[in-house]
């Protein structure tokens, strides 16, 4: 990007050779772009696939150029560095999976992170300050829960929630409260929530905050797209501003990595850019190389655990030992219109995650969960390889009773995340882990 009235005489930074999006008209999928978008192997030796680039700083090529980089850097000059400064800013790792990152939902810029939780709070420490309200949508993952609550709560930001079901009268409503309490500067929203499976009206949730805030005190919508994303739900589409993810689950998808992910119009990113830059919340180099090999196979392997997972839930389904399975599939067969409505504009796929409630409780949970030989008893999700546990004993044990009974999260309930194994393997480990019970 050489500016031709740049007088600086700085040394533009060596870019990438412009990519291929389109052949004949047709826009490029992103899964063919994962292999070599914002990837030049010219400015790496020839090198076929990006270099893991471990340095801690980067020579500038004159003072003017570190001038330059440091007016993007410090938000002189909108848009960030122009080059490369300092591993806690960017690198080039983490720059091409940016850009692979924003092509899976057509976003404009996309920053990565180190966690998916600190890719929250710096999006929250972004546009959150005292005396604030956010409004969310609930549940949360607990750590969202607890941030937003107990954390930001000790800097006077307050919060209100409506059901992640909630109807567009619902949600008015609570949006409405939440102005009388103070300035909404974002609405938060996850769906589907965890473990209801329950899908937020996203939207019901634009349309509500285009009705009542004027367009210079709107809040941003961003959206928490962990359990759909990106492959079987897009919610920049449907009027969400900011989708957000944690990488470690169907993104990196082998289990091995923790990182997080923002995608957004470069309006919304920036600012989130400038809190990265000051407390340091970037991936690091090793994670996005990893990142960009899960990316190629990122359609492979969802769309593979989905067609398991449909299979696997139409097994159990009818079992005798179970009593309800919670999986998104399912919706279309009647019992909630207003979800199934939902499900059929927002979602192109049931993903790989549901809720498998077995007759009896914790000690029929915990005997199928002993018995199984292939699913591997371990909570996260959205790897290759199948996971199972029990939410009322492990990730949700200090909930209390009450809120426990409202989400749904009883004994009896097993969480599975399938994976890319064979499924009629899979579907044998359950029936015999059935009856072991
Ligand atoms: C795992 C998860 C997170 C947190 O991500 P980390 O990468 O563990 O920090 C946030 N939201 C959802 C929905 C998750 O499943």
């Known amino acids: 990007m050489q500016d031709e009235n740049d007088l600086t005489g700085a040394t533009p930074r060596r870019r990438p050779k412009a990519d291929v999006l389109e052949i004949g008209g047709r826009k490029l999928k992103p899964s063919t772009l994962m292999m070599g978008h914002g990837f030049d192997p010219a400015l790496s030796e020839g090198s076929l696939k990006p270099p893991i680039f471990l340095t801690s700083t980067f020579v500038f090529e004159s003072a003017a150029a570190g001038k330059r980089h440091f007016e993007g ?100 409503s609570v949006v409405a409260r939440a102005k009388t309490q103070g300035r909404v500067s974002l609405i938060y929203l996850e769906s589907p929530a965890n473990p209801t499976n329950a899908l937020v009206d996203v939207q019901a949730v ?18 928490d797209n962990t359990f759909l994303g990106p492959l079987w739900s897009r919610p920049l589409d449907h009027g969400a501003d900011l989708s957000v993810y944690s990488l470690t689950k169907y993104a990196g998808g082998h289990s091995d990595l923790v990182a997080g992910g923002v995608v957004g119009s470069k309006a919304l990113i920036n600012p989130i850019r400038m809190m990265r830059n000051t407390i340091g919340t970037i991936t690091d180099p090793n994670s996005a190389w990893m990142l ?7 359609e492979l392997r969802m769309s593979r655990a989905g067609e398991n997972a449909a299979k696997v839930c139409a097994f159990l389904r009818g079992h005798a030992k179970v009593e309800t399975v919670g ?16 499900y059929r504009r927002h979602c192109t796929g049931a993903g790989s995650t549901f809720s498998l409630y077995l007759k009896g409780g914790e000690r029929e949970a915990f005997a199928f969960l002993d018995s199984l030989k292939i699913a591997k008893l371990a909570v996260s999700l959205g790897g290759t390889e199948t996971l199972a546990s029990a939410p009322a004993a492990m990730t949700h044990l200090s909930v209390p009773d009450e809120r426990k009974a409202a989400l749904g999260i009883s004994d009896n309930l097993v969480r599975i995340s399938i994976g890319v194994e064979d499924a009629d393997d899979l579907i044998a480990d359950f029936d015999q882990a059935l009856a072991a019970i």
């Open 206 to 223: 634009a349309s509500v905050r285009d009705a009542l805030f004027g367009e210079d005190e709107r809040p941003p919508i961003a959206i």
């Open 73 to 172: 850097v410090t938000g002189k000059r909108p848009g960030g560095a122009d080059g490369l400064v300092y591993s806690r800013f960017n690198g080039p790792n983490q720059e091409i999976l940016e850009d692979r990152l924003s092509l899976w939902e057509d976003a404009e810029d996309a920053l990565s992170f180190s966690s998916g939780m600190s890719a929250i709070a710096t999006l929250l420490l972004t546009f959150v300050q005292p005396g604030d309200v956010i409004v969310h949508s609930g549940p949360l993952y607990a750590a969202t829960e607890t941030l937003i609550g107990r954390i930001l709560g000790r800097f006077g930001v307050t919060w209100l929630d409506f059901p992640a079901g909630a109807t567009r009268d619902e949600i008015e």
């Open 327 to 342: 999986y998104l599939g399912f919706l279309e067969d009647g019992g909630d219109a207003r979800q199934a409505d939902i």
């Open 292 to 298: 960009l090999r899960s990316l190629e196979t990122l």
